[in-house]
């Protein structure tokens, strides 16, 4: 697995998921919803498919907010992974937000 660099997240990100933001090593998402309800089965959704992937984002919930992370530990960056676990979360979120 690779680590893409700035430039190439950068105008992935631009090009395809534009409410992602780039950190220094990692992408990042905020979501709100109606309620704590719907944020935790928006989680549910995309824990699924982490799991399914083999790659898990670092995240907290606040009763109607859910902040995600993104990034690869081995070896440490942003990696192709990222991106498409990325756009299933866009997906998930485009059915249940």
């Known amino acids: 697995m690779e680590v893409l660099t700035n430039q190439e997240v950068s105008s992935y990100l631009k090009q ?13 998402r905020d979501f709100t919803f109606k309620n704590f309800v719907e944020s935790f089965s928006f989680m549910t959704a995309v824990a699924l498919e982490a799991e399914k992937m083999d790659h898990h984002p670092e995240w907290s919930n606040v009763y109607n907010k859910v902040s995600i992370r993104l990034s ?7 990696t192709r992974q990222d991106l498409d676990l990325a ?8 059915k249940t937000g």
């Open 16 to 28: 395809h998921l534009k409410y992602w933001i780039l950190a220094e090593t990692s992408i990042n």
């Open 72 to 78: 690869t530990h081995k070896p440490k960056g942003i």
């Open 87 to 94: 756009a299933k979360i866009d997906s998930i979120f485009a």
